[in-house]
């Protein structure tokens, strides 16, 4: 098949599928709200986008968890199903999903818990899952089969994960498997959480939002950096400028022909100053502007948030979406709202399809990628060629 990158529409807040070539699914954060007339119904759009396993489960293969904010978890108790794959229920109506390989990261979560003091019970959930796989790792040794498998992004604090490195990917590393199979036509580059060098660094670190941010390498057929997908949670400021300081030498790393904004367009992404305090004279970060706009030929910025309106409002920022407009008009690329995406009043998943020519935008439709209809809108030719990518 050809991959597919979908953003469910779910206000200021991230849910993220990525489909690779083999059919695997990559799900990056959960916004699930009560459905009603304004807000979609996304966990059945995502369970319809999702396979079955031989006992009739929907299952996602990855589950990317950036940080444990509720606006990334929602739903995460009441949709996924939690401990061994043996106490799987088949009276849950809808089914739960199964999580075969949890993408967990126990340095967020610590600077998470430090930063607001308490978690939601959607967050503890997961965090007691990964605590089982974790424990289950280390009491049997192996990496165990799917439902109980995790890897952990980023080293922990103070050596804790010292004793487990066989599941830990450090900054800087890339992943290359997916449920312990080398995937053909994907890679994925862990750019955050990074360790702080003291504690004083720590602690800017600790109040920046931490996240997981990765840059996700989706191939197609002979190209296999057909897109170059940044994906980087409520990441602020300060993690940009590292970021920015890190790998200003060689840049690769930080291009990208898809980036979701960090922290739903949020001016604080960008600047150290209040959007709403300082209006014009609000400045831009040098450095994090340079991290966030190392956009390839065509690359196209997702804002996953509410409506993006001319007005105070932040996160999402109208001067953020200003700048991130400059960086894909400098590259002939797109900026999309998910808020806004079709209309604001009737919002469906902002998809993208994959092919070895490029990425395009494609209706969003369950069984397979609608052809193109020269009334919806969108853009039958791709929006760059992966060719230019490398
Ligand atoms: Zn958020």
């Given at each position: ?22 059919e ?11 459905p ?20 009739g ?23 996924f ?11 849950a109506?809808?089914?739960?999903i ?20 308490t ?5 503890k959930?997961?965090?007691c899952?990964?605590?089982?796989r ?21 080293e ?19 992943v ?6 080398i995937e ?11 360790k ?9 670190l600790t ?18 950096t057909a897109?170059?997908?940044?994906d ?13 300081d890190r ?20 001016w604080h ?9 300082k209006k ?45 407009e ?17 209309t ?12 070895v ?34």
């Amino acid at each position: 098949m050809k991959p597919e990158i979908t953003f469910f529409p779910v206000g200021n807040g991230d849910m993220t599928l990525i489909k690779l070539e083999s059919e695997r699914t990559i799900l990056i954060d959960t916004n699930i709200r009560v459905p009603s007339d304004k807000i979609r119904d996304v966990a059945e759009d995502l369970r319809k986008s999702l396979k079955t396993d031989n006992k009739g489960r929907p299952y996602v293969d990855v589950m990317v968890l950036s940080h444990p904010d509720q606006d990334h978890c929602r739903g995460f108790e009441e949709h996924f199903h939690t401990g061994p794959l043996e106490n799987y229920s088949d009276k849950a109506n809808p089914k739960k999903i199964v999580i075969r390989e949890m993408w967990s990261s126990p340095l967020v979560f610590r600077r998470a818990k430090k930063k607001t003091h308490t978690l939601s019970d959607d967050a503890k959930a997961w965090n007691c899952e990964a605590k089982r796989r974790v424990a289950l790792f280390r009491q049997v040794g192996t990496i165990g089969s799917d439902g109980d498998r995790i890897v952990i992004m980023g080293e922990d604090c103070d050596g804790k994960t010292d004793d487990i490195m066989e599941i830990v990917v450090k900054a800087g590393e890339t992943v290359f498997k997916i449920c312990g199979s080398i995937e053909p036509n994907f890679s994925a580059l862990l750019l955050a959480p990074m360790k702080g060098t003291d504690d004083e660094e720590e602690e800017v670190l600790t109040k920046n939002n931490s996240s997981i941010i990765m840059n996700y390498s989706i191939g197609a057929g002979t190209n296999p950096t057909a897109v170059r997908y940044i994906d980087a949670g409520d990441a602020e400021v300060a993690i940009w400028e590292k970021l920015w300081d890190r790998h200003e030498k060689n840049v690769s790393a930080l291009q990208y022909n898809l980036l979701n904004t960090p922290h739903h367009c949020s001016w604080h992404s960008l600047s150290w100053d209040s959007w709403s305090a300082k209006k014009v004279e609000a400045k831009v970060s040098d450095r994090a502007r340079k991290a966030l706009g190392q956009a390839l030929p065509g690359a196209v910025i997702v804002a996953s948030s509410d409506e993006i309106k001319d007005d105070d409002n932040d996160p999402p920022c109208y001067r953020a979406k200003q700048e991130y407009e400059e960086i894909v008009a400098e590259v002939k690329g797109e900026f999309w709202n998910t808020g806004a995406y079709q209309t604001p009043d009737k919002q469906e998943p902002l998809k993208f399809e994959v092919s070895v020519g490029g990425m395009k935008r494609v209706k969003f439709a369950v069984a397979a990628a609608a052809a193109l209809s020269a009334n919806s809108g969108l853009g039958a030719t791709p929006l760059y060629h992966g060719g230019e990518a490398s």
